[in-house]
């Protein structure tokens, strides 16, 4: 089992930034990949960030130029970069993790406000 929980969210103005962190425990030799997922108003849950175990990482073209993902070295805090908010960028944001066993984990989200 990996647990996962998100903070870091917040109101901020437009162009400003955030930083969000994802404490992870549990099983943590067991992960393969991380990734930030967000869910605006009406919208269906999307992928904005992906970071694998190797270091390789990707991003929805929304975001890039604009968003990091990073980890510490014992992978024990995940974190997500945010620079030039939008408005469209509000949402809730859940930190993910995909195991070695096929099994994917989700935290319970946290909120970013981007006011414009």
């Known amino acids: 089992q990996v647990q996962l929980v998100e903070s870091g969210g917040g109101l901020v103005q437009a162009g400003g930034s955030l930083r969000l962190s994802c404490a992870v425990s549990?099983?943590?030799?067991?992960?393969?990949?991380m990734y930030w997922y967000r869910q605006g108003p009406g919208k269906q849950r999307e992928m904005v960030a992906g970071m694998s175990t190797g270091g390789e990482t990707n991003y929805a073209d929304s975001v890039k130029g604009r968003f990091t993902v990073s980890a510490d070295n014992a992978w024990n805090t995940v974190y997500l970069q945010m620079n030039s908010l939008k408005p469209e960028d509000t949402a809730v944001y859940y930190c993910?993790?995909?195991?070695?066993?096929?099994?994917?984990?989700w935290g319970q989200g946290t909120q970013v406000t981007v006011s414009s």
């Open positions: 993910a993790a995909a195991s070695v066993y096929e099994q994917f984990y």
């Open positions: 549990g099983s943590i030799f067991s992960i393969s990949a």
